[in-house]
């Protein structure tokens, strides 16, 4: 983004208005989704920055992060939370993937219209920054102090604070 | 029908920017940005670039749409769009468009499938670092915005003059930024 600094505004928007809020799915939900995601599409940076973020919203630690997403059907999460995971892996692979039975459970499981919307919304996007920061090769320099400080801030005070 | 309940009857993105204004307005800035510039790549070049993507992710309504906006964009070489979409590879475009819509299509795949040797050949084309940029950045974005509009089943209509008409009016009247519906 410091190399197009056109865009940042745009994206950092599009972030904050997806990821930082409680409406329907809880910040944390709505991280560990982009952390799935990211998972999924191998993109390492992406996936360790939204598993921390998600654990300062969580109050979790790494290994439980981890264990959760490494093992979703068998995890603590909620069923609606399982169904709207199950949803965002389809989504990953491609819009047309997503079957009418997956969103029929997860609503039969309690998710709303507006938490199917946005759970789509959040794994598409991420399927957008993963491509994004690996398609050009982006490398971090954080060291893991700093990662996790990042990871705070991020929770605190959202994205581009 | 949509996977979740949109009030009014518009189609693709549109039903869904209406259902979410909060993401609506960024998502539009973001398409502004990435294809309403002459800097590097032309318009008529992102806008092929987008059709092209959406193309290989199969969603209908984003390539026509596209489709719609790069035959507006670029009227010299009849049926352009369609013979990029059929063999980019033997459709007459410059060798530079060939080598960006190469990487695109390794973006499309994912990330890490961008390789090193395609990027060198799309420089050797004489790709600048800033249109290398934007080709994975449109591409990218399309992968996000394909899955959107086909993730939660959108309505596409058929009526190819819808698109035309649409395509029209995003070139000469509105852009993407006064396309979302209030």
Avoid at chain 1, 91 to 104: C, D, F, W
Wanted: with cysteine; glycine share 6%; net charge negative.
């Amino acid at each position: 983004m410091a190399f197009r600094p056109a865009i940042a505004p745009g994206l950092t928007a599009l972030t904050n208005a997806l990821l930082c809020t409680d409406e329907g799915l809880s910040r944390g939900e709505r991280e560990l989704i982009g952390a799935y995601v990211s998972g999924l599409n191998q993109c390492t940076i992406c996936k360790n920055v939204h598993s921390a973020v998600a654990q300062c919203h969580l109050n979790a630690n790494q290994e439980t992060v981890e264990k959760t997403l490494s093992d979703i059907p068998h995890s603590d999460l909620s069923a609606k939370m399982k169904a709207l995971l199950s949803i965002a892996q389809s989504v990953h692979r491609g819009g047309t993937y997503v079957r009418l039975e997956q969103v029929k459970l997860a609503r039969h499981l309690g998710a709303t219209d507006f938490e199917i919307h946005d759970t789509v919304l959040i794994a598409a996007l991420f399927s957008f920054f993963n491509r994004y920061i690996d398609g050009l090769g982006v490398t971090t320099d954080d060291t893991p102090e700093t990662f996790m400080e990042r990871a705070r801030r991020i929770a605190e005070q959202g994205y581009g604070a | 029908m949509a996977h979740i309940h949109l009030s009014e009857q518009l189609p693709g993105i549109r039903g869904l920017m209406a259902f979410r204004p909060e993401t609506a307005t960024p998502l539009n800035a973001l398409a502004e940005i990435l294809l309403r510039s002459d800097e590097g790549l032309s318009k008529g070049e992102r806008e092929l670039i987008a059709t092209f993507v959406s193309s290989l992710n199969d969603c209908f309504f984003c390539k026509n749409i596209h489709g719609a906006v790069a035959r507006f964009l670029l009227p010299e070489q009849e049926n352009l769009v369609d013979k990029v979409l059929r063999d980019y590879q033997t459709a007459p475009i410059s060798s530079r468009m060939k080598s960006l819509l190469a990487i695109a299509e390794q973006v499309q795949l994912g990330g890490k499938f961008v390789d090193a040797d395609t990027v060198e050949l799309a420089r050797l084309a004489g790709a600048s670092d800033l249109e290398i940029h934007d080709t994975v950045l449109i591409a990218a974005a399309f992968c996000m915005f394909n899955r959107y509009v086909d993730g939660l089943n959108t309505f596409a209509p058929d009526d190819p003059d819808m698109y035309r008409e649409r395509g029209r009016k995003i070139v000469e009247e509105t852009g993407y930024v006064g396309s979302s519906p209030k």
